[in-house]
């Protein structure tokens, strides 16, 4: 079992940066790739980010250059540096944990919310 908490989210302006964070507890050992998705009212959830245990990195094209994804491992905590804002950003932003083992289990947070005024 993972748990994870959220924090970072809010109300910025187009153009303006936020960061999200993802505190992670449990069998965080067992963790290979953390990620955010991010879902729009209306829209389907999307993968924005990824990282894994080995420190590689995948984005979404929409966020390529704006988003930094990191991880420290200490900290059991991975982050989501947002720059360059846009509207179209606004969404519920969830943090995930994967996890191989036994078939491979995703596990999610609560979500935190994100908005971008125009």
């Known amino acids: 079992q993972v748990q994870l908490v959220e924090s970072g989210g809010g109300l910025v302006q187009a153009g303006g940066s936020l960061r999200l964070s993802c505190a992670a507890s449990g069998s965080i050992a067992s963790i290979n790739t953390m990620g955010w998705y991010r879902q729009a009212p209306g829209k389907q959830r999307e993968l924005v980010a990824a990282i894994t245990s080995a420190g590689s990195t995948h984005y979404a094209d929409s966020v390529k250059g704006r988003f930094t994804i990191s991880r420290d491992n200490a900290k059991n905590t991975v982050y989501l540096q947002m720059n360059s804002l846009k509207p179209e950003d606004t969404a519920a932003y969830y943090c995930?944990?994967?996890?191989?083992?036994?078939?491979?289990?995703?596990?999610w947070g609560q979500g935190t919310q994100v908005t971008v005024s125009s």
């Open positions: 995930t944990a994967y996890i191989a083992a036994a078939g491979g289990n995703t596990y």
